[in-house]
């Protein structure tokens, strides 16, 4: 098996063994397990170079260092491991002992294309520890393994990191590749169902391999005055290890390109893929840029005795692998005796130093998530090999046909094998797939701590796992995070805009993205009780919202009661009518010999002070608490009382016009001269009214109610009229009968008589009806208990106008004037 990464020429391993080859510069570390060599390439990708051997410009040792990252490498190295070993024939392999039936390759997913062009047509299984790479064609597919977890579970990881820590306005830099293109429309339109907007979304300048880096660096100027300039305090960075590389330039970025721009920090959120890498010209550079970073990684434990083993690497040691010497060189700033060194050779190497005495960010002595994929994925060949081998040795027609022979000719059917394995590696993770090929494991949510002395520690502060319960899907213990120093330790915002507190709600700017919107309060009646509220909502009927328009309170109930002064003032007034229509009675009862009661038909004037006096006291029925009884008797009672009022006024008026038509010689008039007359007036106006109130009741009576609209803050017990038709049927009843009743008194006010009852009726009906004309706007205009209490006052009002209009005159000759109360005086005039 072989392990292929950029710009690294794979050896050919014996079938008992896994040997790795190495690209340049690469950090690598060796676990021995077994027959087996377990390889775990840390993934920071450390490139450094002596300044005394090579004394080149910085850019210069830019493009020597980035070339490493260059896919036609790859290409190079796959064609390669087809040839016999030491010899460049590709497809001729004489050394059957050293013929390879697998490659372990990463972590940039560009690579996968230029590897899979030559070994796909041997169907060599290819094991990948990084990005994975976008293949339209499904046949193609079967011959890739992932060793990394699925990358859409890490877009579902960063939106719930985003979700949990409330950040919508958030920035994007990838790189100019299809799987980060695949991540961009993946990410955007779910994102976007979750409230997320990109400040931006740019692309990092496609690296250069020219010595033109200059432009390069120019190019990501402009992406990183976007960041700058973006309100934005959260930036997605979707790369590769390379990447890395710029934004450590970071803080010295305005020193290549000679402008400069107030700088603020930012969150970076790196991916899985993204591990840390350094050149050689930034062993010396600031790291705080990287300060606060959240990053995920792919969820690993502790490998037992792998720093023991790092302890004892030395390049003595590894007689056949010229690259460590290259990295102890550069690592350690010194170099092996050799013999076209100069006198300027520098401090010479010793092959002693010691790994764990290097700064960290020269060299990290714990396993990255990348360099775990590529122990499982070294364990996942040996548990294939050791299962296809089991099965394929009990059924071999002969036995002479060895193992180095059945792998040549049937390594192929190794990707069956891959598929299906579950173990548990030597720290006790299980690793196995799903139905899908992909890896059945998660991501570990870590935060980046930059000391002053520039050395870091990742602390891990969540977890991110997709085989987990809804409620444990994504954990992270925020108090535990590190931010960047401009945030004093306060969990910073991203946001288009502050956020709309309770009593508003959103509304969307136009021409912006939905996350930039304005605050506006709640229309009347209507509450928000939640930030960034999308609409208020009404409270429920028995509720009402506060001044605040944030919170629902609930309403009192309330009606017109005797405990209430205008309740109390209401009942008094009706009391106090009563009592003088009482006495007003009794005077005309006592005096009704007199000539001037009996000349105003006492009987009509009982009958109509006796409805007046009811009239008064029926207003009793619209105070208190409303119930069944009381909403039945209310109208019906109050609609027949005033009818029977005002026809006796139409009866005395009439009679009065008729009595004086039938003094004329010859007058047809003297056969309706009477009280027959009168008492049929009263009859007949009464009986229609009763009888409308009688229809009333039983096609829709009147019942107790509950307004909980009128009024906003309470809710007022009522009698419901039931129909509004009937009841505006009886006032109009009423209405008709007060026109005919001034119509009358009207044209015969001016009769001769000393005691004319007309021109008194004629006042009294002006009264009644300027009262209940202003009725009706004021009732329609006045809401809960306010509109029972404008009855009442025009109930008494009415009834004290017919009451004072037409007996204070009488009342006044009858007590204070009686000489006046002579027959003579009747007949005076």
Not at 73 to 90: H, K, V
Not at 131 to 159: A, C, E, M
Not at 226 to 234: E, G, L, Q, R, T
Not at 352 to 381: F, H, R
Request: hydrophobic content about 45%; glycine content about 6%; some cysteine.
């Amino acid at each position: 098996m072989a392990v292929l990464l950029p710009g690294l020429t794979c050896l050919t391993p014996q079938i008992n063994a896994c040997a790795v080859g190495k690209p340049p510069l690469m950090k690598h570390k060796y676990f021995l397990s077994g027959d087996f060599i377990i390889a775990g390439i840390l993934s920071q990708f450390y490139m450094i170079s002596d300044p005394v051997r090579f004394r080149k410009h910085p850019s210069e040792e830019l493009v020597d260092e980035l070339i490493y990252f260059m896919a036609r490498w790859t290409y190079l190295a796959s064609m390669q491991l087809l040839s016999t070993r030491g010899r460049f024939i590709p497809n001729y392999k004489c050394d059957a002992k050293d013929r390879a039936i697998s490659v372990i390759a990463g972590p940039n997913s560009h690579i996968y294309p230029y590897m899979a062009n030559a070994l796909n047509v041997y169907k060599m299984p290819q094991l990948i520890y990084g990005s994975s790479p976008t293949i339209d064609d499904k046949i193609q597919t079967v011959f890739f393994h992932r060793f990394f977890p699925n990358g859409d579970q890490q877009i579902v990881g960063i939106l719930h990191l985003l979700l949990h820590l409330k950040w919508t306005w958030i920035g994007l830099i990838s790189q100019p590749d299809e799987s980060e293109k695949r991540f961009i429309q993946d990410a955007i339109t779910l994102y976007s169902q979750e409230g997320i907007c990109f400040a931006f979304v740019e692309e990092l300048a496609k690296e250069t391999f020219s010595n033109n880096v200059l432009s390069v660096l120019t190019d990501f100027h402009k992406t990183y005055m976007i960041i700058m300039k973006s309100i934005a305090n959260v930036i997605i960075l979707y790369c590769e290890n390379q990447s890395t590389i710029f934004f450590r330039m970071l803080p010295y970025i305005e020193q290549f390109v000679g402008t400069s721009i107030e700088r603020t920090d930012k969150v970076w959120i790196m991916p899985a893929q993204m591990e840390f890498t350094s050149l050689g010209l930034q062993r010396t550079m600031d790291m705080h840029a990287f300060n606060g970073v959240i990053s995920f990684i792919v969820s690993s434990k502790e490998i037992s005795g792998f720093n023991k083993f790092l302890q004892m690497r030395n390049p003595t040691s590894e007689t056949e692998d010229h690259l460590m010497s290259v990295f102890w060189e550069q690592a350690f700033e010194c170099s092996f005796p050799k013999d076209k060194l100069g006198e300027d050779a520098g401090m010479l190497c010793t092959g002693e130093e010691k790994l764990e005495k290097l700064p960290k960010s020269v060299y990290d002595t714990s396993m990255s998530g990348q360099s775990y994929c590529i122990y499982n994925a070294v364990y996942g060949v040996a548990h294939a090999l050791q299962a296809m081998l089991s099965l394929k040795s009990k059924h071999r027609a002969r036995p002479e046909v060895g193992k180095e022979t059945l792998l040549t000719q049937k390594a192929w059917q190794l990707h069956h094998y891959l598929r299906t394995i579950s173990f548990n590696n030597t720290a006790g993770q299980k690793i196995s797939f799903n139905e899908n090929g992909d890896l059945e494991t998660g991501f570990d949510v870590i935060n980046w701590v930059i000391f002053p002395n520039e050395t870091f520690v990742k602390v891990k502060v969540g977890k991110f796992d997709p085989t987990a319960s809804p409620d444990k899907l994504f954990t992270i213990s925020a108090q535990d995070i590190t931010w960047p120093a401009m945030f004093n330790q306060v969990q910073p915002l991203s946001v288009c805009n502050d956020n709309c507190y309770s009593g508003t709600r959103k509304r969307k700017i136009e021409g912006k993205p939905f996350c930039c919107y304005d605050c506006i309060p709640c229309a009347k009646g209507k509450i928000s009780n939640q930030m960034d509220a999308v609409d208020c909502f009404q409270c429920s009927e028995e509720h009402y919202p506060n001044k605040a328009q944030n919170l629902c309170i609930l309403k009192t109930t309330t009606f017109l009661s005797y405990s209430e002064p205008l309740g109390i003032t209401l009942a008094t007034a009706s009391l106090f009518f009563s009592f003088i229509t009482t006495l007003v009675l009794g005077i005309f009862i006592k005096e009704q010999d007199t000539p001037i009661v009996k000349a105003n038909n006492r009987n009509l004037t009982y009958i109509l002070l006796i409805a007046l006096l009811l009239s008064f006291l029926c207003s009793l029925l619209f105070i208190g608490r409303p119930d069944q009884m009381k909403c039945l008797l209310q109208q019906s009672a109050f609609g027949i009382i005033f009818s029977i009022a005002l026809s006796c006024i139409l009866g005395k008026t009439t009679i009065v016009v008729i009595a004086f038509m039938a003094t004329k010689p010859g007058s047809k008039m003297r056969k309706w001269v009477g009280n027959r007359l009168a008492k049929s007036i009263i009859v007949s106006c009464s009986i229609a009214q009763f009888t409308i109130c009688i229809v009333w009741l039983a096609i829709s009576p009147p019942f107790p109610d509950l307004d909980t609209h009128s009024m906003a803050e309470e809710i007022v017990l009522e009698c419901n009229e039931g129909s509004a038709i009937m009841f505006y049927l009886v006032l109009g009843f009423m209405g008709f009968l007060a026109s005919i009743s001034f119509t009358v008194a009207f044209l015969a006010r001016r009769l001769p008589d000393s005691f004319n009852e007309a021109k008194f009726i004629t006042f009294s009906m002006l009264v009644f009806c300027s009262v209940w004309i202003s009725f009706v706007p004021t009732y329609l205009s006045t809401k809960g208990k306010y509109m029972v209490a404008v009855e009442i006052f025009s109930i008494l009002a009415s009834a004290a106008g017919l009451l004072g209009c037409i007996f204070f005159p009488k009342c006044y000759i009858i007590i204070f004037r009686p000489d006046l109360n002579t027959k003579g005086q009747l007949i005076k005039k």
